[in-house]
């Protein structure tokens, strides 16, 4: 559970302000929600393939930190923690992040094609995912802030489940502004720069 600290209190206060919204009306009465998401409008359409066919792979289901699953935003500074008031995603972080990694595969790769569970026996090797970070980092309350990604990625033989590859990754995206429509610019951004270092990574494995 996320505890408020007293200056992250006031952090996530700020959030509903630079979203455009009072303090007095925050204070007064319960503030209305703005909805936003990030990897929306990525391109889709797929890429021509390599000479052959492409290595299917099946996607695992994305592995998320707990403080970051759901449709609140997460924000840190220093060693405190607070969701941004008055935000939050029109779904799931997990679920976005996930549609995004698939719809970069479609229009980015082209010696693999990422499969479902009901493929799965077509599958040689699998991609797990696991999300590290996926929050909004501010040095001060109220400074403007970068968004961090970070996440461990591997490849495995399957059914087998050994470890073909793996690697770290960590995108820091500023944003323009403390808003909370800049912020959410900024993970549009570094979820794509994450999603096209992914499969680039990837694609070099099945090369």
Known sequence: MIVLSPTLRKLALAGALVGGLTGCALLSSPDPIQLYRFGSDVETTPRSPAAGQPSPILLRPIDF???????????????????????????????????????????QASRVRLINPREAATATRTLDV????????????????????????????????????????????????????????????????????????VEGIAG
Do not use: C, K
């Not at 707990?66 to 997990?94: F, K, M």
């Not at 429509?181 to 992914?198: H, P």
């Open 65 to 107: 930190p707990q403080a970051s699953r759901g449709d609140r935003i997460l924000g840190i500074t220093g060693n405190e923690a607070a969701y941004i008031a008055g935000a939050r995603w029109v779904s799931p972080a997990e679920d976005l992040y996930e549609a995004s990694l698939r719809a970069a595969f479609a229009s």
């Open 130 to 201: 696991e999300i590290q970070a996926f929050e909004v980092a501010y040095a001060a309350p109220e400074a403007v802030p970068e968004v961090v990604l970070s996440a461990r990625a591997r490849v495995l033989r399957y059914p087998e489940r050994t470890v073909i590859e793996e690697r770290s990754f960590v995108v820091r995206q500023p944003a323009g502004q403390n808003r909370i429509s800049t912020i959410v610019e900024a993970f549009d951004v570094a979820s794509r720069d994450l999603n096209t270092q992914v499969v680039s990574w």
